[in-house]
């Protein structure tokens, strides 16, 4: 391993110059104790003091002061279109699902099931390969706070 990341990471826009870069999907770059790789072969250890989101842009830190970008690399995704896009939407968020929302589409990672949901409400669902950066959430940058729909501590309910 050529290094080894304990804390420092850089918001995307907040930084120029990265030596190294690496290619994570959208569940790879919600990590807290990790091996990565960068594009030209290096292992490098993240030992994070807590589980934390990245997003596309952001980047580590080495101790000696070098930058790793991290990029969103492509994975199997579903494109929503339809003329009810708003609907489309609000039936994804409803079902806790991360959602990348852009004028004319939306992805969702590529789950069959809300496909198949979605198509029945009138959808054209795609499968493509593309970069996942979904939208973070009312409680935080990066990551909803999803949640089971069983009992809990925070018990409430949803009208589905």
């Given at each position: 391993?050529?290094?080894?990341?304990?804390?420092t990471?850089?918001?995307a826009?907040?930084?120029?110059?990265?030596?190294?870069?690496?290619?994570?999907?959208?569940?790879?770059?919600f990590?807290?104790?990790?091996?990565?790789?960068?594009?030209?072969?290096?292992?490098?250890?993240?030992d994070?003091?807590?589980?934390?989101?990245?997003?596309?842009?952001?980047?580590?830190?080495?101790?000696?002061?070098?930058?790793?970008?991290?990029?969103?690399?492509?994975?199997?995704?579903?494109?929503?279109?339809?003329?009810?896009?708003?609907?489309?939407a609000?039936?994804?968020?409803?079902?806790?699902?991360?959602c990348?929302?852009?004028?004319?589409?939306?992805?969702?990672?590529?789950?069959?099931?809300?496909?198949?949901?979605?198509?029945h409400?009138g959808?054209?669902?795609t499968?493509?390969?593309?970069p996942?950066t979904?939208?973070?959430?009312?409680?935080?940058h990066?990551r909803?706070?999803?949640?089971?729909?069983?009992?809990t501590?925070?018990?409430?309910d949803?009208?589905?």
């Amino acid at each position: 391993m050529t290094d080894h990341l304990t804390q420092t990471i850089r918001t995307a826009g907040t930084w120029t110059g990265a030596t190294q870069t690496c290619k994570l999907s959208y569940d790879g770059r919600f990590l807290r104790r990790k091996v990565i790789q960068t594009l030209d072969g290096q292992s490098v250890l993240v030992d994070l003091p807590k589980t934390t989101s990245l997003n596309h842009g952001d980047a580590f830190e080495t101790a000696d002061g070098q930058l790793i970008e991290v990029i969103a690399a492509e994975e199997a995704l579903l494109e929503i279109t339809g003329e009810n896009l708003v609907q489309l939407a609000w039936h994804i968020g409803n079902r806790h699902t991360p959602c990348q929302i852009e004028a004319d589409h939306l992805l969702i990672q590529n789950d069959p099931v809300i496909g198949h949901m979605l198509e029945h409400l009138g959808a054209k669902v795609t499968q493509v390969l593309r970069p996942f950066t979904p939208e973070g959430g009312a409680y935080g940058h990066g990551r909803t706070h999803s949640h089971e729909h069983g009992h809990t501590a925070h018990d409430h309910d949803h009208a589905h």
